[in-house]
């Protein structure tokens, strides 16, 4: 085991003990498209001894320049169970579970205490999914973290709504909008690849305990991907946010 954690081990702010707390982990990512392709090769890499993969979708030709995890000749397939074949190959020391389903009222909160993960990360690429793992963050006291993009921009944002003074992801985005399955414009590969690995790397410095003070005071993060800008938020709980406000 050294041996595979030998480079992050040497970092200063790791230790056998941090090592450790990382394989006794749990996260779960709802999706294992071209977000989760660069976020969770990196969390299983890493040794986060548990993860749990959600997807209902199938590979399609038209994925596979953004999401890496998956080849040509596995077209059709389910994502999650494929994501979970190239996770448990890149690190058979660790766990790895697979939902085939889509994440819906009725089963999020289920699913989610089942496994009862330390982080949840929304891959998703829609608002419907990203809200109902916000309800789950909120019942289940876990905290969410918010990964999307559009054609040059991506956001990543931590959410603990279930915590008085911490916004919920309706707090900041209480509207939304009218969700389509038609494809989104774009995005570059890169654009996916740049925000999901940022995603992954709070997290993993979330579950190491590794100091992101400015991100704490900070939680949402916006990236230009045209200017390189990256723009820092502090965000504020709504007093009246029908989600979260009644419910710490
Ligand atoms: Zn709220």
């Known amino acids: 085991m050294t041996e595979r954690y030998a480079r992050q081990l040497s970092l200063p702010e790791m230790s056998p003990e941090k090592q450790d707390k ?3 982990s749990s996260i779960l990512m709802v999706g294992a498209g071209g977000l989760g392709s660069a976020a969770l090769p990196y969390l299983a890499g890493a040794g986060i001894g548990n993860i749990i993969v959600i997807d209902c979708d199938h590979v399609d030709i038209s994925n596979l320049h953004r999401q890496t995890m998956y080849r040509t000749d596995q077209e ?3 994502k999650a169970l494929l994501a979970g074949a190239f996770l448990q190959n890149l690190n ?9 389903q889509q ?3 009725q089963n999020a909160a289920k699913i989610i205490s089942t496994h009862n993960p330390d982080l949840i990360l929304d891959g998703s690429d829609n608002f419907t999914s990203k809200s109902l793992l916000n309800d789950a963050s909120i019942e289940l006291h876990i905290p969410l973290i918010v990964a999307s993009i559009t054609a040059f921009e991506g956001q990543i944002g931590s959410f603990e709504g279930y915590k008085p003074d911490r ?3 309706r707090c900041i985005f209480p509207d939304l909008p009218e969700v389509s399955n038609s494809p989104v414009v774009g995005p570059l590969g890169t654009s996916a690849a740049i925000i999901g690995t940022i995603q992954a790397h709070i997290t993993l410095c979330r ?12 939680p949402f993060t916006r990236v230009d991907l045209r200017t390189f800008n990256i723009s820092h938020y502090a965000l504020r709980k ?3 946010c029908p989600y979260c406000s009644k419910k710490h």
């Open 167 to 169: 916004p919920c992801y």
């Open 207 to 218: 579950l190491l305990d590794i100091d992101l003070s400015h991100n704490e005071e900070h």
């Open 76 to 78: 059709g397939r389910n």
């Open 92 to 100: 058979p020391d660790i766990n790895i579970y697979t939902i085939d």
């Open 238 to 240: 709504d007093p009246n």
């Open 103 to 105: 994440i819906t009222e």
């Open 22 to 24: 990382l394989a006794n």
